[in-house]
T-cell receptor, first 115, second 114 residues
Framework: DQQVKQNSPSLSVQEGRISILNCDYT??????FLWYKKYPAEGPTFLIS?????DKNEDGRFTVFLNKSAKHLSLHIVPSQPGDSAVYFC??????????????FGTGTRLKVLA | DSGVTQTPKHLITATGQRVTLRCSPR?????VYWYQQSLDQGLQFLIQ???????AKGNILERFSAQQFPDLHSELNLSSLELGDSALYFC?????????????FGPGTRLTVL
Protein backbone atom coordinates (compact mmCIF):
# COMPACT_ATOMS: atom_id res chain seq x y z
CA ASP A 1 0.00 0.00 0.00
CA GLN A 2 1.77 3.08 -1.31
CA GLN A 3 0.98 5.93 1.05
CA VAL A 4 3.09 8.45 -0.88
CA LYS A 5 2.72 8.33 -4.65
CA GLN A 6 4.67 9.98 -7.40
CA ASN A 7 2.69 8.97 -10.45
CA SER A 8 5.07 10.39 -13.04
CA PRO A 9 8.21 8.26 -13.28
CA SER A 10 9.88 10.80 -15.55
CA LEU A 11 9.62 14.38 -16.76
CA SER A 12 11.50 16.33 -19.43
CA VAL A 13 11.63 20.12 -19.40
CA GLN A 14 13.44 22.70 -21.48
CA GLU A 15 16.13 24.73 -19.76
CA GLY A 16 14.74 27.98 -18.38
CA ARG A 17 11.17 26.70 -18.17
CA ILE A 18 9.28 25.62 -15.07
CA SER A 19 9.48 22.05 -13.79
CA ILE A 20 6.52 20.82 -11.76
CA LEU A 21 6.85 17.58 -9.86
CA ASN A 22 3.79 16.14 -8.19
CA CYS A 23 3.18 13.96 -5.17
CA ASP A 24 0.00 12.55 -3.63
CA TYR A 25 -0.45 11.03 -0.21
CA THR A 26 -3.21 9.08 1.44
CA UNK A 27 -2.72 9.55 5.17
CA UNK A 28 -4.18 12.74 6.63
CA UNK A 29 -2.01 12.29 9.74
CA UNK A 30 1.15 13.15 7.81
CA UNK A 31 2.32 16.47 9.21
CA UNK A 32 5.59 17.29 7.51
CA PHE A 33 6.66 16.88 3.92
CA LEU A 34 10.02 16.97 2.19
CA TRP A 35 11.63 16.78 -1.20
CA TYR A 36 14.96 15.10 -1.76
CA LYS A 37 17.08 15.13 -4.89
CA LYS A 38 19.27 12.23 -5.92
CA TYR A 39 22.08 12.08 -8.44
CA PRO A 40 23.39 8.72 -9.71
CA ALA A 41 25.79 6.95 -7.35
CA GLU A 42 25.03 9.42 -4.56
CA GLY A 43 22.67 9.43 -1.62
CA PRO A 44 19.56 11.62 -1.59
CA THR A 45 20.10 15.27 -0.70
CA PHE A 46 17.55 17.34 1.19
CA LEU A 47 16.03 20.05 -0.96
CA ILE A 48 13.06 21.70 0.74
CA SER A 49 10.36 20.93 3.28
CA UNK A 50 6.95 22.16 4.37
CA UNK A 51 4.94 21.80 7.52
CA UNK A 52 1.28 20.86 7.32
CA UNK A 53 0.35 24.22 8.84
CA UNK A 54 1.64 26.02 5.74
CA ASP A 55 0.58 25.86 2.13
CA LYS A 56 3.74 27.21 0.53
CA ASN A 57 7.45 27.32 1.19
CA GLU A 58 10.00 28.93 -1.05
CA ASP A 59 13.79 28.62 -1.23
CA GLY A 60 15.41 30.31 -4.17
CA ARG A 61 14.34 28.59 -7.37
CA PHE A 62 12.45 25.91 -5.45
CA THR A 63 8.90 26.25 -4.14
CA VAL A 64 6.81 23.55 -2.53
CA PHE A 65 3.04 23.85 -2.46
CA LEU A 66 0.82 21.82 -0.15
CA ASN A 67 -2.89 21.26 -0.70
CA LYS A 68 -4.09 19.40 2.38
CA SER A 69 -7.67 18.97 1.25
CA ALA A 70 -6.47 17.25 -1.92
CA LYS A 71 -3.61 15.49 -0.11
CA HIS A 72 -1.30 16.76 -2.79
CA LEU A 73 2.00 18.55 -2.88
CA SER A 74 4.09 19.81 -5.71
CA LEU A 75 7.61 21.06 -6.24
CA HIS A 76 8.16 23.92 -8.67
CA ILE A 77 11.61 24.66 -10.04
CA VAL A 78 11.93 27.99 -11.82
CA PRO A 79 13.95 28.43 -13.94
CA SER A 80 15.03 24.86 -14.57
CA GLN A 81 18.72 24.26 -15.18
CA PRO A 82 20.56 21.26 -16.65
CA GLY A 83 22.14 20.66 -13.22
CA ASP A 84 18.64 20.02 -11.85
CA SER A 85 18.51 16.75 -13.80
CA ALA A 86 18.15 14.12 -11.09
CA VAL A 87 15.62 11.87 -9.42
CA TYR A 88 13.33 13.73 -7.03
CA PHE A 89 11.75 11.94 -4.08
CA CYS A 90 8.80 13.22 -2.16
CA UNK A 91 8.58 12.14 1.49
CA UNK A 92 6.07 12.51 4.29
CA UNK A 93 6.54 12.27 8.01
CA UNK A 94 4.38 9.65 9.69
CA UNK A 95 4.16 10.55 13.39
CA UNK A 96 3.72 7.92 16.06
CA UNK A 97 1.98 8.29 19.38
CA UNK A 98 5.28 7.50 21.08
CA UNK A 99 6.64 10.77 19.74
CA UNK A 100 8.76 9.08 17.12
CA UNK A 101 8.18 9.33 13.42
CA UNK A 102 9.35 7.83 10.17
CA UNK A 103 9.65 9.18 6.67
CA UNK A 104 7.55 7.53 3.96
CA PHE A 105 9.13 8.05 0.53
CA GLY A 106 7.58 8.01 -2.90
CA THR A 107 9.14 6.08 -5.77
CA GLY A 108 10.68 9.16 -7.34
CA THR A 109 10.39 11.19 -10.54
CA ARG A 110 13.33 11.41 -12.89
CA LEU A 111 13.68 14.99 -14.13
CA LYS A 112 15.64 15.72 -17.26
CA VAL A 113 16.32 19.35 -18.10
CA LEU A 114 17.18 19.77 -21.75
CA ALA A 115 19.73 22.41 -22.75
CA ASP B 1 29.73 15.15 0.25
CA SER B 2 27.14 14.78 3.03
CA GLY B 3 29.70 13.75 5.66
CA VAL B 4 28.01 10.37 6.12
CA THR B 5 30.20 7.44 5.13
CA GLN B 6 29.11 3.93 4.31
CA THR B 7 31.19 0.84 3.73
CA PRO B 8 31.46 -1.16 1.65
CA LYS B 9 30.24 0.52 -1.53
CA HIS B 10 29.43 -2.76 -3.20
CA LEU B 11 28.84 -6.21 -1.79
CA ILE B 12 28.21 -9.40 -3.72
CA THR B 13 27.28 -12.50 -1.81
CA ALA B 14 25.28 -15.71 -2.05
CA THR B 15 21.89 -16.70 -0.73
CA GLY B 16 21.92 -17.86 2.86
CA GLN B 17 24.94 -15.76 3.79
CA ARG B 18 25.23 -12.97 6.34
CA VAL B 19 26.65 -9.50 5.75
CA THR B 20 27.31 -6.38 7.80
CA LEU B 21 26.93 -2.87 6.45
CA ARG B 22 28.63 -0.04 8.26
CA CYS B 23 27.72 3.62 8.62
CA SER B 24 29.55 6.54 10.18
CA PRO B 25 27.30 9.56 10.78
CA ARG B 26 28.26 13.19 10.30
CA UNK B 27 30.31 14.65 13.08
CA UNK B 28 27.95 15.74 15.85
CA UNK B 29 24.95 13.78 14.62
CA UNK B 30 23.41 11.51 17.24
CA UNK B 31 20.67 9.91 15.20
CA VAL B 32 21.15 7.27 12.51
CA TYR B 33 18.58 5.88 10.09
CA TRP B 34 18.70 2.90 7.72
CA TYR B 35 16.75 2.68 4.47
CA GLN B 36 16.42 0.06 1.76
CA GLN B 37 15.83 0.95 -1.89
CA SER B 38 14.90 -1.94 -4.13
CA LEU B 39 14.66 -1.64 -7.90
CA ASP B 40 12.13 1.01 -8.94
CA GLN B 41 10.99 1.44 -5.36
CA GLY B 42 11.13 4.37 -3.03
CA LEU B 43 13.30 4.35 0.03
CA GLN B 44 11.83 2.06 2.65
CA PHE B 45 12.57 3.06 6.23
CA LEU B 46 14.06 0.21 8.23
CA ILE B 47 15.14 1.48 11.62
CA GLN B 48 16.33 4.54 13.55
CA UNK B 49 18.76 4.88 16.43
CA UNK B 50 19.39 7.85 18.66
CA UNK B 51 22.45 8.01 20.86
CA UNK B 52 22.75 4.25 20.96
CA UNK B 53 19.11 3.39 21.51
CA UNK B 54 16.53 2.15 19.05
CA UNK B 55 14.04 4.94 18.42
CA ALA B 56 11.73 3.87 15.63
CA LYS B 57 11.21 0.78 13.57
CA GLY B 58 9.86 0.38 10.06
CA ASN B 59 9.31 -2.69 7.95
CA ILE B 60 12.53 -4.35 8.99
CA LEU B 61 12.63 -8.09 8.55
CA GLU B 62 13.45 -10.31 11.52
CA ARG B 63 16.50 -11.54 9.59
CA PHE B 64 17.84 -7.99 9.76
CA SER B 65 19.20 -6.30 12.84
CA ALA B 66 21.04 -3.11 13.60
CA GLN B 67 22.84 -1.36 16.37
CA GLN B 68 24.48 1.95 17.14
CA PHE B 69 27.73 1.85 19.04
CA PRO B 70 29.07 4.26 21.69
CA ASP B 71 31.15 6.05 19.07
CA LEU B 72 27.82 6.56 17.21
CA HIS B 73 28.66 4.49 14.17
CA SER B 74 26.01 2.00 13.20
CA GLU B 75 25.92 -1.43 11.63
CA LEU B 76 23.13 -3.17 9.78
CA ASN B 77 23.32 -6.95 9.85
CA LEU B 78 21.50 -8.94 7.19
CA SER B 79 21.35 -12.70 7.61
CA SER B 80 19.96 -15.71 5.74
CA LEU B 81 20.10 -13.56 2.64
CA GLU B 82 17.59 -14.07 -0.14
CA LEU B 83 17.62 -12.90 -3.74
CA GLY B 84 15.00 -10.29 -2.87
CA ASP B 85 17.36 -8.62 -0.41
CA SER B 86 19.38 -7.29 -3.33
CA ALA B 87 19.02 -3.52 -3.03
CA LEU B 88 20.70 -0.25 -2.23
CA TYR B 89 20.99 0.30 1.50
CA PHE B 90 21.28 3.89 2.66
CA CYS B 91 22.27 5.24 5.99
CA UNK B 92 21.30 8.76 7.02
CA UNK B 93 22.10 10.83 10.07
CA UNK B 94 20.70 13.88 11.79
CA UNK B 95 21.73 15.96 14.75
CA UNK B 96 18.62 15.08 16.73
CA UNK B 97 15.71 12.70 16.12
CA UNK B 98 13.14 15.42 15.53
CA UNK B 99 10.99 15.44 12.44
CA UNK B 100 12.41 18.77 11.26
CA UNK B 101 16.01 17.69 11.75
CA UNK B 102 17.38 17.26 8.26
CA UNK B 103 18.52 13.76 7.43
CA UNK B 104 21.82 13.61 5.57
CA PHE B 105 22.29 10.50 3.47
CA GLY B 106 25.39 8.50 2.75
CA PRO B 107 26.21 7.24 -0.76
CA GLY B 108 24.73 3.82 -0.05
CA THR B 109 25.88 0.22 -0.17
CA ARG B 110 24.76 -1.81 -3.16
CA LEU B 111 24.07 -5.38 -2.10
CA THR B 112 23.76 -8.09 -4.72
CA VAL B 113 22.64 -11.53 -3.60
CA LEU B 114 23.30 -14.28 -6.14
Amino acid sequence: DQQVKQNSPSLSVQEGRISILNCDYTNSMFDYFLWYKKYPAEGPTFLISISSIKDKNEDGRFTVFLNKSAKHLSLHIVPSQPGDSAVYFCAASDPHRSGTYKYIFGTGTRLKVLA
Amino acid sequence: DSGVTQTPKHLITATGQRVTLRCSPRSGDLSVYWYQQSLDQGLQFLIQYYNGEERAKGNILERFSAQQFPDLHSELNLSSLELGDSALYFCASSERPGVTDTQYFGPGTRLTVL
